[in-house]
């Protein structure tokens, strides 16, 4: 499950046990936590508060994932970047990074192209794999429908693609995936799909029942298919039938 801004949740869930325990009731392996935005740390989120409850969730055996949100708008950038996020990875202690790598909509998300897409992604790669961490992406599951931006270029310095499938306001779920897995079968990592677990716009479902429904779907789908896991975007958004699925479903 992804965590965008962790004190609301904290504060919603009254507090690291209890959040941690609805992980766990959630049957959650892993969870993915906001670490950093180009060159600077996503401070919100790095409050002692982020050690108590990667503690609390390992100790129910769940791992705690870091993302960031690369800018590179040139290859300086990108280098410093790399650094910045691999130190603060082994910092805080995650098993992991996800590059949520995006193309760019104003000034935000990835501003660069193919070289800065290199270096970021080789070093970060580098300097994650020096210190025993994994290295993800997290970007379009479609890539191909933008052509300009460099995916392949991330894609191939990671261990895991974990494409957002964002099925909400698609004709079923089992199209979206099947466009998503076809558009991916060049990469030979792990498949791990990103579910639509919100309600709104931008991919999102129509309700909550729509949430679940589709959400359980999607669930089934992955395990017809033999893939190795799967997340959902996101735990502040994700209605109370999307929690109710995943308290009772064998996940």
Known sequence: MFIWRLPPILTVERGVEQMADKAEAARLSGVWIKIAVGQQPYAPNLTPDFALVRDALAARGIVVW????PRCADVAAATEEARVVSDLAVELGVKGVLMDA??????????????????YGQLLRERLEAGGLALGICSHDIPQNFPAFPFDELAQHAHVNAPQVYYGGSPS??????????ANSHLTIPFVPVGAGWVGVGGGCASGSAC???GLAFIRLVKEHGFPAYS????????????????????
């Not at 870091?66 to 949100?69: D, P, Q, R, V």
């Not at 995006?102 to 270096?119: H, R, V």
């Not at 959902?232 to 996940?251: N, R």
């Open 102 to 119: 995006e193309t760019p909509q104003g000034a935000l998300f990835f501003q660069g192209g193919k070289a800065e897409a290199l270096a």
């Open 212 to 214: 679940a429904e589709r």
């Open 232 to 251: 959902f975007w996101h735990w502040a958004g994700a209605p109370l039938e999307l929690w109710a699925l995943l308290f009772e479903v064998d996940v």
């Open 173 to 182: 779920v089992s199209n979206r995936l099947e466009r998503a897995i076809r």
């Open 66 to 69: 870091g993302w960031h949100e």
